[in-house]
């Protein structure tokens, strides 16, 4: 059996590099700072990231959370210390993504079909759940995606950044395809995503106070249904996925 020494002792041996990158064997979770415990992200196993902080000269016998900054998508957040497990990984020049538009939509009708599996297991909303059976907006979409190694960014604002804009929606959707994703929010900024199924209908995972306190079916047609309705009210525009982030060609 492999032996895994322990994640500071790895560190120290590559003087805390920050341009060496490590794979997870564990799934751990990600925090917004360095000492609550407000969870911003779940991060599976296989998973690579480097480290942000602390370097050689900042780290302390006290340290109970690293800052890292994952691969994949970019996103930046705390783990624990206890409890991580990692090896170091040398990156190839070509990651296995699917990087063209046409690859992507392929995996479109697989990637549904998975939202609706989830769908269907007993789940609740989660702010920053992305390993399920509990997700939270963006965690759902990401990790869709991902389940299908098209990588997008984490947060429905970054992911409405990262798409191809389409238009700005108003009372039509005939141009909407299956697998587009919508937008919801204000003027000032998106907070809320889900992705279209067809026939006017998506998939999303809400909260408690607005919606379903996990993955629902809802509806951007007329509908005398409440939940359907606020979301309505709430959308911004649709985009779509045309790309898989890359570390070393998307800019950030």
Sequence with gaps: MKKYKDPISLFKQTNFSKTIWWKLKVNISGYQNQTENKLVTEIFKSRIFKLIYPDSHQYSHQLSRILIQLYEDGYVC????????????????????????????????????????????????????????????????????????????????????????LFYLEESYDSLQPGDLLFFGNKMKCDHIGIYKGDGLYYHSSGREFGRNGIGLDTLKNSHDKISTHYKSKLISAGRIVKSYRWDRTIR
């Excluded at 992305?130 to 997700?135: C, D, H, K, M, Y």
């Design 78 to 165: 705390w783990v624990n210390l206890n409890g991580l497990i990692i090896e170091k990984h040398e990156l190839r020049k070509t990651e296995k993504v699917k990087n063209g538009q046409s690859l992507i939509m392929d995996q479109v009708p697989s990637i549904l079909k998975w939202i609706e599996d989830q769908a269907d297991l007993t789940n609740k909303y989660l702010w920053g759940g992305t390993l399920g059976p509990n997700f939270d907006c963006s965690g759902l979409i990401q990790t869709a995606f991902f389940k299908h190694h098209i990588y997008i960014p984490r947060d429905s604002y970054q992911i409405k950044s990262f798409c191809k804009h």
